[in-house]
């Protein structure tokens, strides 16, 4: 069975940080890209970033280009998303995901986390 745990999240001013964190276990993702989405009320869930697990290539959607890092901890099978600068409209639930189905991009991975809630007040 394969778990995913994300943790982290929660209220900050903006301009404010967090971290987020996801714990994979279960199976080696060594092999397999793991990203971070989010999905705002109403809205679709968007892309924010994804890690090669070997090497460590990263790729980020625009909007977060320069504020967030995703990066990851092989030894802990753990992802993480640093986020600074925040804004209001970065406010969403944030979603670890793993093994892509078609692409990093598009929110078809196998496996999801539950996703952990992030509020940034103005």
């Known amino acids: 069975q394969v778990q995913l745990v994300e943790s982290g999240g929660g209220l900050v001013q903006a301009g404010g940080s967090l971290r987020l964190s996801c714990a994979a276990s279960?199976?080696?993702?060594?092999?397999?890209?793991m990203g971070w989405f989010r999905q705002a009320p109403g809205k679709e869930r968007e892309f924010v970033a994804v890690?090669?697990?070997?090497?460590?290539?990263?790729y980020y959607a625009d909007s977060v280009k320069g504020r967030f890092t995703i990066s990851r901890d092989n030894a802990q099978n753990t992802v993480y998303l640093q986020m600074n600068s925040l804004k209001p409209e970065d406010t969403a639930v944030y979603y670890c995901?793993?093994?892509?189905?078609?692409?990093?991009?598009?929110?078809?991975?196998?496996?999801w986390g539950k996703g952990t809630q992030v509020t940034v007040s103005s």
């Open positions: 890690i090669k697990w070997s090497g460590g290539s990263t």
């Open positions: 995901a793993a093994d892509p189905v078609n692409g990093v991009v598009l929110p078809r991975y196998n496996y």
């Open positions: 279960g199976r080696t993702f060594s092999r397999f890209p």
